[in-house]
């Protein structure tokens, strides 16, 4: 099973920019296609953004559209997210997850491993 390890979270102001990795332990990481969600206190845990194995093909919550990138480097088994023009709204602790095939890559019952989490916090 995967083992994945988030970083990079931290306090910004609004507006700022922050950078997330995500560190895979499994040697074929470039298997799996690769999300990030988000939690909120008191909310459900949501979907932000998911990569495929190749790197090619992406996708966001419209929430995220535009300000957030997803990104991949397989020979570093690392799965980045570049997170600009942030907003208080963006507060959560942020999670990657691991899956194999691409269906339902929004979904996040539907994703095999998970990392610990990182928190971000974005003030007014």
């Known amino acids: 099973q995967v083992q994945l390890a988030e970083s990079g979270g931290g306090l910004v102001q609004a507006g700022g920019s922050l950078r997330l990795s995500c560190a895979a332990s499994e040697p074929t990481f470039s298997d799996y296609t690769m999300g990030w969600f988000r939690q909120a206190p008191g909310k459900e845990r949501e979907f932000v953004a998911a990569?495929?194995?190749?790197?090619?093909?992406?996708y966001y919550a419209d929430s995220v559209k535009g300000r957030f990138t997803i990104s991949r480097d397989n020979a570093k088994n690392t799965v980045y997210l570049q997170m600009n023009s942030l907003k208080p709204e963006d507060t959560a602790v942020y999670y990657c997850a691991a899956k194999r095939g691409t269906a339902g890559r929004t979904i996040s019952s539907l994703y095999d491993a998970w990392g610990q989490g990182t928190q971000v916090t974005v003030s007014s």
């Open positions: 990569i495929n194995w190749s790197g090619v093909s992406t």
